[in-house]
Nanobody, 117 residues
Framework: VQLQASGGGSVQAGGSLRLSCVAS????????IGWYRQPPGKEREVVAY???????IYGDSVKGRFTISRDNAKNTWYLQMNSLEPEDTAVYYC????????????WGQGTLVTVSS
């Protein structure tokens, strides 16, 4: 599975961006998808996640502002980010998880989001 993320950029606080992640290859094997981010000097953290049961989880800091969605026909998932804050500045990574043995995580190349105050 290969993942290609896009949509990052620079925006002022209060603005919006939409990230996209296109999956190719053995997409039939994907059980869960999501977005993670790594702020400068910090650990990678979960932003939003759609599990194998279509349950959706958001990180506490983005609840009510970010929305994850997917278009299965296009093998694409999105992260709509509204009311962006400087603390949202990070490299954002899309993720796909294959649960069947052997389980495996796949990662996109990362896209930088910079929010200025």
């Amino acid at each position: 599975v290969q993942l290609q993320a896009s949509g990052g950029g620079s925006v002022q606080a209060g603005g919006s961006l939409r990230l996209s992640c296109v999956a190719s290859g053995s997409t039939w094997s994907i059980d869960a998808i999501g977005w993670y981010r790594q702020p400068p000097g910090k650990e990678r953290e979960v932003v939003a996640y759609i599990g194998s049961s279509n349950n959706i989880i958001y990180g506490d800091s983005v609840k009510g502002r970010f929305t994850i969605s997917r278009d299965n026909a296009k093998n694409t998932w999105y992260l709509q980010m509204n009311s962006l804050e400087p603390e949202d500045t990070a490299v954002y990574y899309c993720n796909a998880f294959k649960g069947s043995y052997p389980s495996q995580d796949y990662w996109g190349q990362g896209t930088l989001v910079t929010v200025s105050s």
